[in-house]
């Protein structure tokens, strides 16, 4: 069984500072101007670090094994916010280290420079289910693959669900739904994710944090 905060930390990761960061912490709202995005908190939940992170997770139980490929991706993820000019933001509801799996939204920029101009974002949506059912154990689909709407954009919309061990050992479960939203040559990658054994996110504290994403059109930025 893979281990949950390795899956390629789609639910469970956290992000370094950039451009707004620090402002972001005082004011409840994350915002990068170069790429048009922003996106705010609940005031009781936390922006979270990627350096934190590392430290967390190198001083736990998990396999030498596990700990290289959660370096390897944390790198993955600092080249992609070198390309892109935005760092992945990390929104939880606890603060960690969290002894369950932490309620928590996460947005990461990616930059795909042979995307076709006229992608789909639900076919890319549909392509990210196949890879994460075919790569992870304990993966469950629990909806279709759909369109949706974000910020007046076309989104792409998957929900499934991950079996998994957390670094200090416990199995639990979590439902994620993932948005994916194209803007030429970028690809906006939302999740949310949800304990679902524990405290999960309430639709109100979904519905605000949704509702409080704003991506500017190319022609605005």
Known sequence: MKQLWIVSLLAFGLVGATSGFEESRQSNKFFNRD????????PDWHFLSLDNAETWMSSS??????KLQLKQHIQNLREQELKTGMAPVFIAKHPEPYPHLNPMIKVVLHYVDDLPKDVSPLAIAAVMAKSFSESNEGFKMM?????????DFDAGYLRFSIDGTLPSGKNESAMNQVYLITRGKYIFEITLST?????????AELEEMMESIFILK????
Do not use: N, W
């Open 35 to 42: 790429v048009g995005f922003a996106i705010s908190k609940l």
């Open 218 to 221: 190319p022609f605005e930025i």
């Open 143 to 151: 909806d279709r693959v759909q369109l949706t709407r974000i910020s």
């Open 61 to 66: 139980d998990s396999s030498e094994e596990g």
């Open 195 to 203: 304990p679902l054994e524990y405290d999960a996110l309430t639709k």
